[in-house]
């Protein structure tokens, strides 16, 4: 549900029919985003300050801190996600954007009914799960990749599932134990990030290890981790399609100082699925829209479509 604090502008932004993203820039203009589609609005706001109050007191609500030292943050307050930049050097006017995360997560079958994916995608989800395969959920923002992810964990019943991410979005609850990164205090001190938190992940004896989304070093380590065992184990990573998820591995590979050819034979041998979601191009609507396996072709990674 939408938390009470949520200021009733946003509230009623986010409470319209299949919204789920409220994207507020300054006073000059607003966006409402249903999937694919976003539609312009006047902005809710109509003073700079009513806004950067708003804006602070979200995140001060969700346990982080807006201000001129720290000019960007972002927080989960309820099925909230809000990313909020405060006027600065950075951005001329304060950014608010809200997304709207659901109330619950959905099983498989519930994203089959719903027309996420065909009974034989279903069936071939659930077999992926069963038989412990190691996979990557791709797509571009919105795309459903954390709603997808979600439903196949809710597969693996009476097992020990140890998630890590920024922000707590996946949100299993039951016997799931969720690491968060943190940031770092007033005096830059204190930061945990994604690859330490893997690191100690791997201590806890999980069945399977679960990245909210693959961004830099923590890609390395979880490789690793996936070619000495914890089969079953899943992470998402921003990639329009399919066919990017190679140069989008290498990308960031270069960004941890890793050589792409060591890093190739690594992904291969334990990244068994890559499955990408995307938006119905007629109805906007979130759909999987390819599936396909990572292999080396004359020394080169690349993904080969599965029909």
């Known amino acids: 549900m939408i938390p ?42 109509s003073e700079p300050a009513d806004l950067d109050r708003v804006a602070v007191e979200l ?26 930049v405060l006027k600065s050097a950075c951005s001329s006017v304060t950014q608010l954007s809200v997304r709207f995360l659901g109330e619950r997560p959905r099983a498989l079958s519930e994203l089959s009914a719903a027309g996420m994916f065909g009974d034989p995608m279903l069936v071939g989800l659930q077999q992926l799960v069963a038989e412990r395969q190691n996979f990557l959920i791709c797509g571009p923002t919105g795309a459903g ?72 070093a923590e890609l390395l380590i979880l490789v690793q981790a996936l070619n000495t065992g914890h089969a079953g184990s899943g992470a998402t990573l921003h990639a329009n399609s399919i066919e990017d998820v190679p140069a989008r591995l290498h990308s960031i590979a270069l960004l941890a100082g890793v050589s792409t050819e060591q890093l190739d034979s690594m992904i291969v041998s334990c ?8 938006f119905e191009a007629r109805t906007g609507e979130r759909k999987v829209v390819g599936v396909g396996r990572l292999q080396l072709v004359d020394g080169r990674l690349q993904v080969e479509a599965v029909n």
């Open 4 to 45: 009470t604090n949520i200021d009733p502008r946003l509230g009623q932004l986010l409470a319209e029919p299949g919204v789920t993203d409220v994207l507020v820039s300054g006073t000059a203009g607003c966006w409402v985003s249903r999937g694919a589609t976003i539609e312009a609005r006047p902005s809710p706001f």
């Open 59 to 84: 995140i001060s609500s969700g346990g982080r801190r807006l201000d001129a030292a720290n000019p960007f943050a972002d927080v989960v307050v309820g099925d909230v996600r809000i990313h909020a």
């Open 145 to 216: 990749k954390t709603t997808l992810l979600r439903a196949l964990l809710l597969e693996c019943a009476n097992q020990r599932i140890v998630t890590i991410e920024d922000l707590p979005e996946l949100r299993l609850g039951g016997a799931a134990v969720e690491l968060l990164a943190r940031q770092a205090n007033v005096e830059g001190r204190g930061e945990i990030g994604l690859s330490r938190l893997l690191v100690e992940a791997l201590r806890m004896r999980p069945d399977r290890i679960v990245v909210g989304e693959l961004r830099s």
């Open 271 to 278: 990244i068994n699925w890559v499955i990408q979601v995307g």
